[in-house]
C-alpha cells in the first residue's frame, strides 16, 4: 500500500471501474462501498460508492486535479486510451516546466492529470 491516495465518491461503481481499468488502472480489491485501484506503482484511487438515498448532486473535483506520473505506459497511451473510451481529454501539452501533461475527465467529472518528463 502507497502512503497516499486520493478517495472519490462515484454515482456509478461498474462504471467508474471500466473507466479507471481502460486507462490502465489495476483493480486490487473491492470491498463495498469501496473499490482500490492502483496506477503502476505510483498512485492509488479509492472508488466510493454513493448511497442511492444519499445521490450525488452538483459537479464534483472543481478546482482540483489528480496529479499522476506515468511510467511503463506514455501520456500519448493514456490519451489513446481515454479517447477510445468516450472520454473528455485535454491535451498532451509540453509545459514551460519541462513535463507533458494530459488531463482527463472521469464519469463524474474528476479530473485526471497525467504526467511524464518532457
Do not use: C
Not at 501533461?101 to 485526471?112: A, F
Request: glycine letters at 8%; aromatic letters at 10%.
Amino acid at each position: 500500500m502507497l502512503s497516499s491516495f486520493v478517495k472519490v465518491l462515484v454515482s456509478d461503481t461498474e462504471r467508474s471501474v471500466r473507466f479507471y481499468e481502460a486507462l490502465g488502472f489495476k483493480r486490487l480489491n473491492a470491498d463495498p462501498p469501496f473499490v482500490h485501484m492502483r496506477w503502476e506503482n505510483q498512485a492509488e484511487v479509492y472508488l466510493v460508492a454513493v448511497p442511492a438515498a444519499m445521490g450525488l448532486q452538483g459537479p464534483r473535483g472543481v478546482g482540483v486535479l489528480i496529479g499522476i506520473r506515468v511510467g511503463a505506459m506514455s501520456v500519448d497511451e493514456v490519451a489513446s486510451r481515454a479517447r477510445a473510451h468516450g472520454a473528455h481529454v485535454d491535451g498532451p501539452t509540453v509545459q514551460p516546466w519541462f513535463t507533458k501533461e494530459l488531463v482527463v475527465t472521469d464519469p463524474d467529472g474528476y479530473r485526471l492529470n497525467f504526467i511524464e518528463p518532457a
